[in-house]
């Protein structure tokens, strides 16, 4: 079974070289960019073979898509031919906004679709992968697609009108995430510790508080209340982050992203 990859930017990349580790796969990756030498660098790492965009469309089986939202009519459109001769594909999109209906009538009825959101930490094994089913997939595939990409971290099935909100939450959300380590290393800086014991407190605080969080079974709330004793300086700085809007500047921030999400599927 080949599987084709075509866009190797982050989250191609970071996929492909995650099915790559499994040796069953590897010999079996077709890898085409706009840019050649990026697949052959990967190529040259992890094994599989540089190949054109057509190969992958005339030679795969499974086919993820790492474009442009913008460039995916374009792309399914040159080559329609190939993909009408081919026996039913299964094609992954990670393109954010873009519905399986409208993916769907890009490609041949016989062509399988699953629409994925990954974030960036799947590249350590830590990410959250998001996805939905078109009625033409089957159980066989969210399978494989298991199977290809459980080493990412965490898969979710959604319906796919939640897409767009787990897009902006778990998608974008990375991003906020390395904001507030930096802010806190800026903090630690202007408190007087040096760059790097700053950057190495925050990166484990965070880490370490997500860790907690996610195997403790408690409330956030619950969590927080913990280390804010009376009058103490926890407390204070909360205090400061309320009055701040923390909060609610975070919900806007992905209330934003959410918006876009949805304005990128209407393009």
């Not at 790559?20 to 590897?26: G, L, V, Y």
């Not at 329609?80 to 009538?105: D, N, P, T, Y």
């Not at 619950?222 to 309320?242: N, R």
Request: proline share 3%; net charge negative; charged share 20%.
């Amino acid at each position: 079974m080949n599987i084709g990859f075509i866009g190797l930017g982050n989250m191609g990349g970071s996929l492909a070289r995650l099915i790559a580790q499994d040796e069953r796969f590897r010999s079996e990756l077709l890898l085409a960019n706009r840019s050649r030498d990026k697949a052959e660098k990967i190529a040259a790492e992890v094994g599989g073979q540089p190949v054109s965009n057509e190969e992958v469309f005339a030679q795969a089986e499974v086919i993820f898509l790492g474009i442009k939202p913008a460039q995916f009519a374009d792309l399914l459109t040159e080559y329609q031919e190939i993909l009408e001769k081919r026996e039913s594909l299964l094609l992954v999109s990670m393109a954010a906004g873009l519905s399986l209906e409208l993916l769907e009538k890009l490609t041949s009825s016989q062509h399988r679709w699953i629409r994925i959101m990954p974030n960036t930490p799947v590249a350590v094994a830590e990410g959250v992968i998001t996805y939905a089913l078109s009625p033409e997939a089957n159980q066989a595939d969210e399978d494989l697609l298991h199977e290809l990409l459980s080493s990412a971290g965490l898969l979710v099935k959604l319906e796919e009108k939640q897409l767009d909100a787990a897009t902006a939450l778990a998608g974008c959300g990375p991003a906020f995430v390395y904001l507030f380590i930096e802010a806190l290393a800026d903090a630690g800086v202007r408190a007087g510790l040096s760059r790097d014991i700053s950057l190495e407190l925050a990166n484990q605080t965070l880490l370490g508080a997500a860790k907690l969080s996610q195997v403790s079974g408690q409330h956030p709330a619950q969590l927080k209340d913990q280390v804010c004793s009376p009058a103490g300086s926890t407390i204070a700085g909360v205090a400061s982050l309320e009055e701040n809007a923390f909060r609610g500047t975070v919900m806007d921030a992905v209330q934003a992203a959410y918006k876009r999400t949805q304005e990128l599927g209407n393009n």
